[in-house]
């Protein structure tokens, strides 16, 4: 894990992998973590990793990690423009799409997809 960043994810591979000291685990939804990221850049932490990277849109996987600063600082407008951008998009995008029922295999697929896109 990044010594560097604060990771919020509602990712279980992600919260269970060894060296997590940095690491908030939500219970949450995609949305959910993109709201707690707002909340920390509100309170001065600085977005580190973009909050859609990769190609998997928000309605399609239900995992989502992003990292910020650990260290408070001025306020990150731009990175909090672009958090307001990705909840938008993101309530956009699930509004239409149905609620889906994954298997556990499928999940795992998507959990490992989420870790790959942050940590490599």
Avoid at 40 to 49: D, N, P
């Amino acid at each position: 894990m990044s010594a560097s960043g604060m990771v919020l994810t509602n990712n279980p591979l992600v919260r269970d992998k060894p060296g997590g000291q940095n690491l908030e685990f939500h219970d949450t939804d995609c949305l959910g973590v993109l709201k707690a990221v707002r909340d920390k850049i509100h309170s001065g932490h600085a977005l580190l990793t973009h909050p859609l990277s990769g190609s998997v849109k928000p309605g399609e996987t239900p995992y989502k990690t992003i990292i910020v600063t650990t260290e408070k600082g001025a306020l990150d407008t731009r990175g909090l423009f672009i958090i307001e951008e990705s909840i938008q998009t993101c309530v956009k995008l699930t509004a239409s799409v149905k609620r889906k029922e994954w298997s556990g295999e499928i999940l795992a697929d998507f959990q490992l997809i989420d870790y790959s896109l942050i940590f490599g």
